[in-house]
RNA sequence: CGGGGCAUGGCGCAGUCUGGUAGCGCAUCUGGUUUGGGACCAGAGGGUCGUAGGUUCAAAUCCUACUGCCCCGACCA
């Protein structure tokens, strides 16, 4: 392509409404441009990118055996009402009535369709395994879109599905979508993680995400450093502390601790560690009463691993200041576990202190030198807290570290959940019925999109991974305006490198050379090809590679060959 | 949905407190001089100041309602 003739501008200063950087690239580059909240158009060069993705991932999804479908936008409100999922969703199901006063959803996901397509098109245990899996446009209606295309309401998703008579044919689909998923991403050229995960409103046993890691994600992942384990946060393990508890040594006693409703205040004042105190948060319990969830002071309530946990309400619900009061007769600030009446449960952590600080349940008290068992009944262990760096692996190999990821794909094993409830059946080797096991294995298109620049940029622009990048090479002509020999010159090499099936953009542009660099640093194409009146002269052309940088001279006939060389080998 | 903020040429902003001629930079167009890292000079076009009411001799500015957008939280690819 002439950037000529490409009539999109870059643009110098930072659009307002972009936060990340990968959001503002994409505008400053071109890539894409808003239509509404979450509602984003792809120009030229970004759909390139877009497609670029695609590709890849219907390449590895033909080679894993997967067979390609499109499935409608527009579905039918019945079959989430046969789901229940019609009442579950949520105002996140955009729904909406068509001219006879028929309602339909925008599909979010298509469990409903595909399991409808099956329990009309499978029929034996002969046709199975099966994976069914589209690239197609989604709407969720995000409660707050933001960041761009990497949390957008609409959004191009690829989602598939697999099918099977038994839980082992089940796990061995969901191992070969692993495989894949992990080729795709290492192909793109992009460094990500599977972690374990939480498998969320979609339910099902085993559930991985595919997260790129970029220190700009919404999502928190503790890794280890001793072996390949890696989990959400949400999930990962808190293991007990392996040293007992140590003795008491300190009396219980009652401290006044006016204005201090924080652990850091309180911790300031009384001169005691943040890691020697305890907080208390009253939750609400599923029979109507309430739960007291007791954490050491520097720690941090994991809400999913809490909300898990029998007698917990689910989701999980704070309770509302009257009812704290009712339970433990202070308010938020100064509760403790000593002499409460409701349930107790205490974080591992927690329960290995001695000689703690915390809430007297009376206002502005504290108590200090508090001890287990001998002031107050040992409460139930149990894992609430969120791990931190340097806490011990649950793989039992190493210490975890915090890092931020991108979530960009997730496979489950389903289970049967969406089958039972659409009556999705074959026939067994004996002619029974049987009701079949499904995986699912979504990718964010368009989110792999801004993942990529979000992991891969620098303080000038983008720096595509080569498999990603809209064009391998960019083609710039010096002042072409005032020189017919570069003109020509760069016609000719344009029209020879196209030639050779290289993918090339041509920077034509009569602009001036600073201007050409610049924008060539913003969108980041892999190589660059100068052609400047003073290297024609010597029968040389310039190179230089958008990561590494520097300047190479290289004579122009070799041009092919050179250029080749430095191309990323295929992964 | 709860909390906070913003809305003024295509983009980024000032002007609003204290009502009185709509302004700056970038971009665009014309002419000229320039040309290896976002040029310079001269000129030009482009704005119902988010929408609708209200107060006032007079509203971008004060009041009311609404809409849109952005940020923080819970949800997710």
């Known amino acids: ?52 993705v695609e590709r890849i991932i219907r390449e590895e999804m033909d080679h894993a055996g997967a067979l390609e479908v499109l499935m409608p936008a527009v579905q039918p409100a019945e079959l989430w009402q046969e789901s229940g999922r019609w009442d579950q969703y949520g105002p996140e199901l955009l729904r909406l009535k068509d001219r006879h006063d028929r309602a339909f959803v925008i599909g979010p996901t298509h469990e409903e369709v595909i399991t409808d397509l099956a329990r009309r098109e499978l029929k034996s245990y002969r046709q199975l395994p099966v994976n069914f899996y589209q690239i197609q446009i989604k709407f969720r209606d995000e409660i707050r879109p933001r960041f761009g295309v990497m949390r957008g309401r609409e959004f191009i998703m690829k989602d598939a599905y697999s099918f099977h008579a038994d839980e082992a044919s089940m796990a061995a689909g969901y191992d070969a979508m692993h495989a894949a998923y992990t080729r795709m991403f290492t192909r793109m050229g992009l460094n990500f993680r599977p972690v374990r995960a939480d498998t969320g409103s979609i339910g099902g046993s085993a559930s991985e995400e595919f997260q790129v890691l970029a220190d700009s994600g919404e999502d928190a992942i503790a890794v280890s450093d001793g072996d390949d384990f890696a989990a959400n946060l949400e999930l990962a393990a808190a293991l007990p502390p392996t040293q007992p508890r140590p003795a008491a040594s300190a009396p219980m ?71 704290v009061l009712a339970a433990t007769g202070a308010e938020p600030g100064s509760i403790g576990p000593v002499g409460l009446s409701c349930r107790v449960l205490a974080d591992h952590s927690a329960l290995a202190l001695a000689d703690f600080v915390c809430g007297a349940n009376q206002r502005e008290s504290h108590l200090t030198g508090v001890n287990w068992v001998r002031d107050l ?35 489950f094993q389903l289970g049967r959940k969406y089958s039972e409830a659409l009556k999705a059946t074959v026939l067994d080797t004996a002619g029974k019925p049987t009701t079949l096991f499904m995986g699912c294995y979504g990718i964010g298109v368009t989110r792999v ?51 050779a099936g290289i993918e090339v953009l041509y920077d034509d542009r009569d602009a001036r050379p600073g201007v050409k660099f610049t924008d060539a640093e913003l969108l980041g194409i892999p190589h660059c090809v100068v052609i400047g009146e003073r290297g024609l002269a010597a029968g040389t052309l310039e190179y230089r590679h958008r990561r590494t940088g520097g300047n190479e001279e290289t004579p122009a006939d070799g041009i092919l060959d050179f250029l080749r060389s430095r191309f990323a080998p295929p992964v």
């Open 253 to 323: 006693a009652t401290v006044s601790t006016p204005k201090t409703r924080t652990i850091a205040e309180v911790s300031a004042l009384l001169g005691v560690p943040p890691e020697r105190c305890l907080k208390t948060l009253i939750v609400d319990g599923d029979d109507g009463g309430v739960v007291a969830l007791v954490l050491r002071g520097d720690h941090e309530l994991n809400a999913v691993k809490a909300q898990k946990l029998p007698g917990i309400a689910n989701p999980l619900c704070m309770a509302t200041p009257e009812r």
């Open 449 to 499: 999109v801004a993942a990529a620049i979000e992991q891969n940029h620098d303080d000038k622009g983008i720096l595509w991974p080569e498999p990603l990048a809209p064009y391998q090479v960019l083609l710039i002509t010096m002042s072409p305006a005032r020189s017919e020999a570069v003109r020509t010159a760069g016609d000719a090499l344009y029209a020879q490198l196209t030639a």
């Open 1 to 52: 392509m002439r950037l000529s003739q490409y009539p999109i501008n870059t643009v110098k200063e930072t659009p307002a409404e972009a936060e990340v950087t990968s959001h503002q690239l994409m505008l400053r580059a071109g890539l894409i441009r808003r239509l509404a909240a979450g509602i984003y158009t792809w120009l030229p060069l970004g759909l390139r990118t877009l497609r670029k």
């Open 377 to 411: 009944p040992e409460a139930e262990a149990a894992d609430l807290r969120n791990v931190v760096n340097g806490d011990p692996s649950p793989s039992g190999t190493g210490t975890l570290t915090v890092v931020r990821g991108i979530e960009v794909g997730h496979i």
